[in-house]
């Protein structure tokens, strides 16, 4: 058969639910009418119960007072390995630039130069004046041509060899 809640249940709801859980566990244990009515009062013994078990839950748990200060010194030092890192590859990058250039530079420039010097002491005798001129400006500004795309292609490597280090993994 359900338990039908009387008066007394309201009653005594009431005085559960406007107690503290020493008081819940006070009234479990002592005597007079709220006592004989949880004694034969399932739900109401029930909900005392509840309330004075909350009395024993044990307070929150505080994290370490040092938990933050650690993360924040590891987080600390992966940033410092970070920017070493990314000094490391801007230096590389200088590195393989400058080495491309002491190689890539001289060489075709001094080639250039060369044709365009004695490139016009041969064709002299052969070509008129004007022509002469006009090829040795057309030379001039394919080489310049030339120098701009090396120029470009070492800016392009530069760039390549410096990328920031990968992140961390931080899960
Ligand atoms: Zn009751």
Not at 7 to 12: G, M, Q, R, T, Y
């Amino acid at each position: 058969m359900k338990h039908l809640r009387t008066i007394d249940c309201l009653n005594a709801e009431e005085a559960i639910l406007g107690s503290s859980p020493a008081e819940a566990a006070a009234m479990l244990r002592g005597g007079g009418e709220l006592r004989a009515h949880l004694d034969a009062c399932a739900a109401c013994r029930t909900l005392a119960r509840d309330l004075a078990a909350l009395g024993s839950v044990p307070p929150p748990v505080e994290p370490p007072a040092d938990v933050c200060a650690r993360a924040i010194a590891g987080a600390a030092i992966e940033l410092r390995r970070v920017r070493r890192e990314a000094r490391r590859a801007v230096l590389r990058a200088a590195m393989r630039v400058a080495l491309v250039a002491a190689i890539g530079v001289p060489l075709p420039l001094a080639w250039a130069v060369s044709v365009w010097r004695y490139g016009a002491v041969w064709l002299a005798p052969l070509l008129p004046q004007p022509l002469l001129v006009f090829l040795g400006g057309a030379f001039a500004l394919a080489c310049l041509a030339g120098l701009s795309a090396l120029a470009f292609t070492l800016t392009l490597i530069a760039g390549a060899a410096a990328r920031p280090p990968r992140a961390p993994a931080w899960s």
